[in-house]
């Protein structure tokens, strides 16, 4: 089937499996749902991306960035609530011990289980619908509580999780991390890296991941001095919003909101919610995710994660996925804090010499799922023309290489002056190719997303320019050797936040 | 006690707990041996010495890089070998419980376990020693293989280990991998990741951890027709070499070796070895490790890991745990990818068209750990001067902020001057620090090893120059505003590999 009849997610998982941006590991033993191998390509976007964020959400703000383990001893998860709460309600077949995620299975023989319902009400659904296991039509016993962590052992006989976010790692480590910043609020501390989620059986391939990375910051503020930031700039900025209230009345699409609005009307638990939405909506624009393609969506109180007291998603519009969350902001309070303080017994307050009072911080942590982002500025990215070109549209600073360096043909001469232009420009990522045709060197290229192509041809060596080939509209433009290095280096700038 | 009497381990590791370096994960709950976290600084510092490291051996060499799952479904680690070779002799007290490493415990009561040692030599090395549990005085039952891979569970019931290394992430897609690189030889493939050794009970502070990265080099090549690189600049260097006939001998140091006289010899397996030997004496070059503090030791067969049929291990002297392995160079063979073929039917050999054969490719496989290597850096570039100053001499492009901008004075109209120098500077990594004596700031930019500081004085507003002043000496010299872009740009380059 030609790639302009095909679904665009079809076409991109090919491309991906094909050019290796990403593909289901451990396919020789049959694979392993929910688990993704990024390739060569995949890896280099995935690392970009990764130092954007850090430009926007770190660097930006003078926050800390660390690196704690994945790995995490039981009374943390305990303190956490993730031991009790970070659950799915499942069924396990009486016979044939199947197990099954209910709401999944409830929902494919056509039976809605509402947001939050109890192991008692999926019972109740089971025995009224008669719901039998789809592998061998017997019973299911009754509904029990899925803990979606992965469990270790650590040395001998330890219990340990391995961590479903990388907040509990800054937490933990919060006294030490305060004294870092000089003792003072507000402080930020992100943090990237891996984290498991031991879901029963994944389905919606590279969306729904059971190991995946993570990039987040744990916002700690003084919940009556520092509620919001200084510079007010934010303020002005609209964002896409679907409201509870909206989604109460049945509505699903997104309203754009001017933000000093929706916060004069109390909208927002406090204002670092909607600082964080505005630099969000900056940060996806610099990934290529266009405006009306997402939405930020606050979560109804039975969806909410146990910590939170305000939860927004940011959701992007996906082809195969519908709406499908990228990224989290949710108003934690002084929750996790106080749970380490009542288990640990470690005094977690600080004195805020402005009140004159010791207070536990609260926080509100941004969080963004590296994968689905990838994913989804792919899809944005992907472009499919009517002679079957296909080409993704990668913001440069995003893309695998930074430019290709080609030499029209693959005669020696050419060859060497292609790799001497290529050593000169070291200081960028050089995807250097001298096999088959150049038009077949432009199309590999394009496939990935490098935007630019330089072309070293015969007035090259009459006159040491080459050609600077645009991925996006294919046009070519002269330009001596000498400039290339200032004339790339602008064309791969990084835009700044816009707060 | 002043720092001038202390040890260097002792005022680093106070050092990097009171800065943000590293420190011991999850004290408030008593601490779990073997797990670091890296702070604001060390994270910082951790992150510039893998994209150096990815400079070095990826870029510079066209390799692929990639990203595969932290998890392996058991039948990847069956097939590896290491469900029963990644293993270390331990003793169980039979009345406390207590489990000790056999060989850490006997060496404790002065007793040396050979490398290799079976489980039933240890068995009589205890009886005849009348060795007995250090907790309880009672006796300990049969020594046995004590698995140092973390067991999970994925989903339901199937059996999963974290990963010990990367590497099998990378034999198992090795199918797709080399079809990414065109389906041609030699093919090398990178990863950084997270990697999980379940010791019993790990000492030695930060350098023996449960969780750690590695950054790892699988390097396939056919062993009939690429058992070298065509440029052979390396074979003119020398690299410092304790081999394993000189230590049974008894010798323990290092010798001077020209890799041409030493491969002339026959002295290693592959020509890719003393390669990627020569590689990392220009990166620990460039980490600021200095000549005569690192060897290459062959490892004895009886201490080889059981994929490996030559082994040289990269050792740092630091000085409190001796000579230390921070980087491993195995020649594995095909045993991987046979493993593989073997266990999961899969066909893994690849054609070769110049011999008209085919071939299952063999691995040379460089592997760092970066933990290991930050602290040796960090080792190395502790200079705690007579009159009690401290500092890190890291070099300039690995430190974990660029440059710092001082206002001389805690005055509004300076502190202005200076917020809009850091904001001119926004393509660097500023430290802003405006509290305190500009002394104490120049202090604490040192001890995290920041390079460069500028500073608004006086002057400044009368002429647009600032001071620069450079942490290792403490000079400073007067330079324009406008040409510190240029100028720091210079100051931060990142050299580049010798071969």
Redesign the interface.
């Known amino acids: 089937m030609p790639a302009t009849k095909q679904k665009k997610t079809d076409v991109l998982i090919e491309l991906a499996?094909?050019?290796?941006i990403f593909?289901p590991?451990?396919?020789?033993?049959g694979g392993?749902?929910g688990?993704?191998?990024?390739?060569?390509?995949?890896?280099?976007i995935?690392r970009r991306l990764e130092n954007l964020w850090i430009k926007y959400f770190v660097?930006s703000r003078?926050f800390?960035?660390?690196?704690?383990?994945?790995?995490?001893?039981r009374?943390?998860y305990v303190a956490s609530g993730h031991e009790t709460q970070f659950t799915d309600k499942a069924l396990k077949c009486e016979k044939c011990?199947?197990?099954f995620r209910a709401d999944h299975l409830l929902s494919e023989v056509g039976i809605n289980v509402p947001e939050g319902a109890s192991l008692e009400h999926i019972d109740e659904l089971v025995a009224h619908n008669k719901v039998k296991c789809p592998n061998c039509g017997e019973n299911f016993s009754k509904a029990f509580q899925w803990l979606l962590m992965?469990?270790?052992?650590?040395?001998?006989g330890?219990p340990?999780y391995?961590r479903p976010e990388t907040a509990q790692?800054i937490f933990?480590?919060f006294?030490?991390?305060y004294?870092?910043s000089?003792s003072s609020l507000p402080l930020g501390?992100a943090q990237i890296?891996?984290v498991?989620r031991?879901?029963?059986?994944p389905r919606q391939g590279p969306i729904r991941l059971?190991?995946f990375t993570i990039m987040e910051v744990e916002f700690f503020f003084d919940p009556e001095t520092n509620t919001g930031p200084l510079d007010e700039k934010y303020l002005e900025e609209t964002i896409p919003v679907l409201t509870a209230e909206d989604q109460e009345k049945g509505f699903s699409g997104l309203r754009s909101v001017k933000v000093r609005d929706a916060v004069e009307k109390g909208f927002f638990s406090n204002n670092w919610i909607p600082f964080f939405l505005v630099l969000t909506k900056s940060f996806l624009k610099a990934l290529g995710i266009p405006d009306g393609s997402y939405r930020f969506r606050e979560k109804l109180p039975s969806e909410r994660a146990h910590y939170a007291k305000q939860l927004f998603d940011c959701e992007v519009l996906l082809e195969s996925w519908g709406w499908t969350e990228v990224a989290g902001f949710a108003y934690r309070t002084d929750y996790d804090l106080s749970g380490?303080m009542r288990?640990?017994g470690?005094d977690m307050s600080v004195f805020i010499s402005s009140t004159n009072k010791k207070v536990v911080p609260h926080v509100v942590e941004p969080s963004f799922g590296a994968e689905r982002l990838l994913y989804a500025l792919l899809e944005y990215s992907l472009k499919i023309e009517e002679d079957g070109r296909i080409y993704l549209s990668i913001p440069s600073y995003l893309s695998p290489f930074d430019v290709s360096v080609f030499p029209l043909l693959s005669k020696p001469d050419f060859i060497a002056k292609a790799k001497e232009v290529a050593s000169y420009l070291?200081d960028f990522?050089v995807n250097?190719d001298d096999?088959g045709s150049i038009g077949r060197r432009y199309a590999r290229a394009d496939e990935i997303g490098i935007p630019f192509a330089v072309t070293i041809d015969h007035q090259t060596f009459s006159d040491d320019t080459v050609t600077l080939r645009f991925r996006d509209t294919k046009e070519q433009k002269r330009i001596s050797i000498a400039s290339l290095p200032t004339e790339l280096a602008r064309l791969l700038s990084t835009p700044?936040p816009l707060v």
Do not use: A, M
């Open positions: 499996k094909r050019r290796g593909w590991s451990y396919e020789i033993y392993v749902k688990l993704l191998t990024l390739g060569n390509v995949g890896f280099e995935k660097y003078n800390q960035i660390i690196e704690s383990p994945v790995i995490g001893p009374p943390v011990c199947s197990v992965f469990k270790t052992e650590i040395g001998v330890d340990g391995l790692g933990t480590e006294k030490r991390l004294v870092h000089r501390v890296g891996k498991f031991n879901e029963v059986s059971r190991e380490h288990v640990s470690e070291s990522k250097f096999s700044k």
